[in-house]
Nanobody
Framework: VPLVESGGGSVQAGDSLTLSCVSSRRTFVSVAGGWFRQAPGKGREFVAGITWSGSFVLYADSAKSRFAISRDNSNNTMYLQMNDLKPEDTAVYYC????????????????????WGQGTQVTVSS
């Protein structure tokens, strides 16, 4: 599995979680990455993205001011820090990388991302 997420779990509203995504691919350091989520009965949606260098980040409106995406290329790892979690954040969270375009800008559409993790469940109760 090229990307492995961890850090999900069941928390109360207002709690925080940090998701990690470890890549086994050498190309990780040269590609944009993103976090997506899929809630029960809904399609997969963009949450946050980061350029290969980490210089630029982009958030969905639902994640602005509460979530923070970052990466550590020395450890081939991408993170999603989630604060003040709400029940509507309940979903399976996936990390993904756009390995078809080296050093490209962040894309919000999932079809740009060709390498995906298996997902990690986040459940937020009120």
């Amino acid at each position: 599995v090229p990307l492995v997420e961890s850090g999900g779990g069941s928390v109360q509203a207002g709690d925080s979680l940090t998701l990690s995504c470890v890549s086994s691919r050498r190309t990780f350091v040269s590609v944009a990455g993103g976090w997506f989520r899929q809630a029960p009965g809904k399609g997969r949606e963009f949450v946050a993205g980061i350029t290969w260098s980490g210089s630029f980040v982009l958030y969905a409106d639902s994640a602005k001011s509460r979530f923070a995406i970052s990466r550590d290329n020395s450890n081939n790892t991408m993170y999603l820090q989630m604060n003040d979690l709400k029940p509507e954040d309940t979903a399976v969270y996936y990390c993904a990388t756009d390995e078809q375009h080296m050093r490209a800008m962040i894309q919000t559409a999932e079809f740009y991302y060709n390498v995906w993790g298996q997902g990690t469940q986040v459940t937020v109760s009120s």
